[in-house]
């Protein structure tokens, strides 16, 4: 049998040079509540059925009202909404205060000009260790036309265009 013990923060600081789209999940709970979080581990899983994944730490003071609701949107952060990665990224502020969240999809809290608006119902919750894996099925989706925010190395940034990036080299 074989084993490794990986070192933590050999780990963080692999995967902080994966690049990753920077996205606020919202929901709202039976009492009316609204809840959101940044998340960076958002990603397509399915086509036939469109399913996506997001992942939430479960010591996150939204899990509960993520892993209890029966519909999420993903707002895709367009590349001058870092303020907002931030903002919802805090503990203990009120993160709807800035009054930039909007009734979107199914009446849930969304950004008007995000990249994109991704409307889901929750088809699945998968344990994955300290975090669970929130799967959506996709109900709704509104493509906006901001260049999305990425997240690499600890900072925000935005896609660089092909022809740039190989005229660089």
Known sequence: MFSMTVDRSLFT???ARVPAPVTIATTVDASG???GFTGSSFSSLSLTPPLVLICLDKKASTHHAFVTAERFLVNVLAADQSDVA???ARSGVDRFADGDMETCEFGLPGLRDAAARVA????????????SILIGRVEAIHTGDGVPL?????????????ATAVGAR
Request: glycine share 12%; net charge neutral; aromatic share 12%.
């Open 150 to 162: 990425v997240y690499s190395d600890r900072s925000f940034g935005r896609p660089v265009p092909e």
């Open 86 to 88: 931030l903002r919802f």
């Open 120 to 131: 889901c119902a929750l088809h699945d919750i998968v344990d994955g260790g300290d975090h």
């Open 33 to 35: 509540g609204r809840w």
């Open 13 to 15: 600081r692999a995967m």
